[in-house]
């Protein structure tokens, strides 16, 4: 078997899981899916290495943790362009579907370690081994977050940096199921009725666990971490570069202003329709 009709199979059973029958879901979705995570030629995370470039000092040169990698396109990927980048990853078919493709596409040897099977609850790696870390889409799913940030700060150098990136579940859409949600709606005696008022299976609501921005960002101080919102940042960066007034004591005042109203305009545009996202950028104390 290939990597793409394993991971179809995969991706197949794991839809299964929101969706009662496969011909409820647009293939488009899945051929898209299966492409991005089978083939590392299509750049598929310019994105992120784009983030990256922008909040951290010469990323090329750092050592970056993936928590949690996936198919390991975003290690690969790195690797290929000559990033000192690592991952762990916890689902053994996910592990499979690697070995595959560093057999497929004869990619060194060496490169495979670079991506450990374990969870971010107690990651393999040495305190103080990584520059950065970069986590996508992974901490509604994690069993523990205190003990995924406790880990994270532990394995980061003194002044390192790291970007997560995950859904907001203060919002009235869910990612997963592609459904109008309640905020906070989880594997509840609510949502399991909901769910299944929907017409949808209930295995799904296992999958994930709600999470809020004011949470991740207070268990984040506690394990010891500074923290920025990034679209705050990116806002009131771009505010002070459009007026240069409010790179005074004006700015104080307008630039909450502004970014209050920014994400109000965000939520109506995406009410019931679109997911919203936490996008954080944490550092290490010196």
Not at 60 to 72: E, F, N, R, V, Y
Not at 185 to 202: D, E, K, L, T
Request: hydrophobic content about 35%; glycine content about 8%; overall charge positive.
């Amino acid at each position: 078997m290939n990597s793409k009709s394993f991971l179809t199979d995969k991706i197949e059973n794991e839809i299964l899981l929101y969706y009662k029958k496969l011909d409820k879901v647009d293939r488009s979705i899945i051929d898209n899916i299966v492409a991005r995570w089978s083939d590392d030629r299509l750049n598929s995370e310019k994105d992120r290495f784009t983030e990256l470039n922008r909040h951290l000092y010469d990323p090329a040169t750092k050592t970056i943790l993936d928590m949690s990698s996936g198919c390991g396109s975003f290690v690969i990927q790195g690797l290929l362009t000559g990033w000192d980048v690592h991952g762990v990853e916890p689902e053994l078919w996910k592990q499979d579907l690697i070995d595959l493709k560093f057999s497929e596409n004869n990619y060194p040897s060496e490169w495979r370690s670079r991506i450990k099977q374990g969870i971010g609850e107690d990651l393999p790696y040495e305190n103080g081994q990584f520059d950065a870390f970069n986590s996508w889409q992974t901490f509604e799913h994690v069993q523990n977050v205190d003990d995924c940030l406790k880990e994270l700060y532990r394995v980061l150098k003194p002044g390192g940096k790291g970007i997560i990136h995950c859904p907001s579940y203060m919002t009235f859409y869910e990612g997963h199921y592609r459904l109008f949600w309640f905020p906070m709606m989880g594997n509840s005696a609510f949502g399991r009725a909901y769910v299944r008022m929907m017409g949808r299976p209930i295995a799904g609501l296992r999958t994930f666990v709600p999470i809020k921005k004011s949470t991740l960002t207070r268990k984040a101080k506690a394990a010891g971490f500074s923290v920025v919102s990034i679209p705050k940042q990116e806002i009131y960066e771009a505010g002070k570069r459009k007026f240069s007034v409010l790179n005074g004591g004006l700015g104080k005042l307008v630039l909450p202003i502004l970014y209050f109203g920014w994400t109000i305009i965000q939520g109506i545009k995406r009410f019931g329709r679109h997911e919203r996202s936490i996008h954080l950028l944490l550092t290490k104390s010196k």
